[in-house]
């Protein structure tokens, strides 16, 4: 069921799977409960390449044959989804551990990868079909959902799938912002984070096609009832993108691995992998190609990032700029408790922690907010607004905070030695010591790391290690 000859296994590497993630991503938006979860609480908005990173981790983790992993990684999710409960728009209960939603989330991913063969040209013969939905049941029982909640075969699930499609689901919030304001406001990836005008240019174009290929794959009665737009030529549009991502597969073994392709997404031009330096010169034309579509293209003028001194690598931001970046974590223009749930959940899949740490990280956080809502929230409604935060022009670096940098240094310090050493601290901010720390390597201190961190959060600061952990999309 698991491993290198599984059906996943050549699914997961296969580039129409880029088109059946998002198909399948809009069918979990469109269950009302689904949808109520991923407004409230998910990063998908704010940070989607970081979303979609742990996605496709946590993928690999939960369909490789290491059958450890795979039970570390379920305990992982199941405590991940405990923590997403609540009341839609509507007063109607949300809760991520409903069998019956976590069904129809796995249901969507398989669906969507016999689309994805099908409207390529090349349907799965009934035997891999058989083969890869039994695979997605056990993926299912690994997370401890009990059989029942999906059909035992393969004719039952196709009328479990048409009468949820039919009776259950809805137009949402969480799937009108990812078809009609997710691609047309995608941010650039960390690859591209110093090109603004060529990603506006490539985003310009790319992003309506994404949304018309996606609308126009949906079930037909799902797109009726929801009133989806009809696109001329949409058909003819997404059959031909599917087929011309089949034909990727064609290229030469290694140039379209999901996770090395997700490392390049994740690669800067100060890094220091070993392809930066190519990177760093490619960053170069590619800026003298946004100088040029700026010229003969009728797109706005993106702002260049300023250069920032060798010797001073950090340098002040706005108290705005760092609500938007840091704290709005979920995208909705408020600091609330999700936001800060949504910093420990991305801190813990980084440091891959089990409990207790896992929870001594998030009531950590909690504190903090409770810190954060009583001084900052003014009107009472629960929730702190970005002019609340702005007006106030807060020292946040209170005790709470202060137990948050500890905790974390905790996490971070595996073999409890009181320093944070070169594997440890890569495992955190995903580069080396000798690209952020200027006079440090061999350790990170205690001292030195809660320094760091409560001048990032407290004092506004760009920060070339810091900001990946957080501000990064």
């Known amino acids: 069921m698991f491993g290198p000859g599984s059906q996943f296994h050549r699914l997961f590497n296969d580039p129409r799977w880029a088109l059946g993630i998002v198909r ?21 908005v704010a940070h989607p390449w970081r979303r979609l990173r742990n996605t496709l981790v946590s993928l690999q983790r939960m369909f490789g044959a290491d059958d450890h992993v795979r039970q570390r990684e379920a305990a992982r999710l199941n405590r991940l989804h405990e923590r997403l409960s609540g009341t839609d728009a509507q007063n109607r209960p949300y809760d991520a551990m409903d069998p019956q939603v976590r069904a129809w989330v796995v249901a969507t991913l398989f669906e969507s990868a016999v689309t994805m063969y099908r409207l390529s040209g090349q349907p799965l013969k009934q035997s891999a079909m058989e083969q890869l939905y039994a695979e997605f049941q056990a993926f299912l029982a690994a997370l401890g959902v009990a059989d029942g909640h999906l059909p035992p075969t393969l004719k039952e699930f196709w009328q479990y799938y048409d009468h949820t499609v039919e009776t259950e689901l809805e137009n949402t919030e969480a799937l009108r912002i990812i078809l009609y304001k997710l691609f047309d406001h995608l941010p650039a990836p960390p690859l591209l984070s110093g090109l603004p005008t060529v990603w506006a240019a490539g985003r310009a174009l790319a992003g309506p096609v994404i949304g018309t290929v996606t609308v126009a794959s949906l079930p037909e009665p799902f797109r009726r009832r929801a009133g989806l737009p009809e696109v001329p030529g949409a058909q003819t549009l997404m059959q031909s993108a599917y087929v011309a991502a089949g034909l990727a597969r064609h290229l030469p073994e290694g140039w379209i691995e999901t996770e090395a392709l997700t490392d390049l997404l994740y690669l800067s031009p100060d890094s220091d992998d070993p392809r930066a330096a190519t990177l760093a010169a490619l960053h170069g034309r590619m800026k003298r190609a946004g100088a040029l579509f700026r010229l ?31 704290l709005d974590q979920t995208g909705d223009g408020h600091l609330d408790w999700p936001d800060l749930a949504a910093m420990a959940r991305e801190l813990s899949t980084r440091l891959d922690l089990d409990e207790p740490e896992e929870t001594r990280l998030y009531n950590a956080y909690a504190e903090w907010w409770k810190e954060l809502q009583s001084a900052l929230d003014t009107d009472g409604d629960g929730r702190v607004s970005k002019e609340e935060y702005a007006a106030a022009v807060p020292s946040l670096a209170g005790p709470a905070l ?62 070339t290690a810091y900001d990946p952990l957080l501000a990064q999309a």
């Open 296 to 326: 003969v293209t009728p797109f706005p003028v993106q702002p260049e990032p300023a250069a920032e001194p060798a010797a001073a690598p950090e340098r002040q931001r706005s108290a705005e700029e760092f609500f938007d970046a840091v």
């Open 24 to 44: 399948a991503t809009v069918l979990e938006a469109a269950h009302p409960q689904v949808g109520a979860a991923l407004t409230d609480n998910s990063t998908f």
């Open 402 to 463: 202060i137990r948050v940098a500890e905790v974390l240094f905790d996490a971070t310090d595996k073999n409890g030695d009181r320093h944070i050493d070169a594997d440890e601290y890569r495992t955190l901010f995903r580069t080396a010591f000798h690209r952020t720390l200027t006079g440090t390597d061999e350790t990170y201190s205690r001292s030195a790391f809660v320094k760091d961190f409560l001048s990032f959060m407290s004092g506004r600061r760009h920060s």
